[in-house]
């Protein structure tokens, strides 16, 4: 089993950063390959960003391409998501999520074992 934690989220303005953090526990933090999802108001949860166990492999939503970085730190059992140049319509509830396998598509969220509650962005125009 494998417990996330999300934080960093919070009130931004338009233009602002904001980087979050999600912290893993219960299972070999290395071994997991990692993603960010996102979830607005009356719309689908969507697919951010995600990075492979070894850190080696990102990959992006187009939305969010050259503003938004993933990141891990596997000593510290812990995944970033580094938000510049946010937009009003980044906002959203962010959610963290594991896969312990391999996937063959890194976006779908069934590919994912384990889910954070969740943190929430909110950027002001």
């Known amino acids: 089993q494998v417990q996330l934690v999300e934080s960093g989220g919070g009130l931004v303005q338009a233009g602002g950063s904001l980087r979050l953090s999600c912290a893993a526990s219960?299972?070999?933090?290395?071994?997991?390959?990692m993603g960010w999802f996102r979830q607005a108001p009356g719309k689908e949860r969507e697919f951010v960003a995600g990075?492979?166990?070894?850190?080696?492999?990102?990959h992006y939503a187009d939305s969010v391409k050259d503003r938004f970085t993933i990141s891990r730190e596997n000593a510290k059992n812990t995944v970033y998501l580094q938000m510049n140049s946010l937009k009003p319509e980044d906002a959203a509830v962010y959610y963290c999520?594991?896969?312990?396998?391999?996937?063959?598509?890194?976006?779908?969220?069934?590919?994912?074992?384990?889910w954070g509650q969740g943190t929430q962005v909110t950027v002001s125009s």
């Open positions: 999520a594991a896969n312990r396998d391999s996937y063959r598509n890194y976006a779908a969220q069934n590919e994912y074992d384990y």
């Open positions: 219960g299972r070999t933090f290395s071994s997991l390959n």
């Open positions: 990075i492979s166990w070894s850190g080696g492999t990102t």
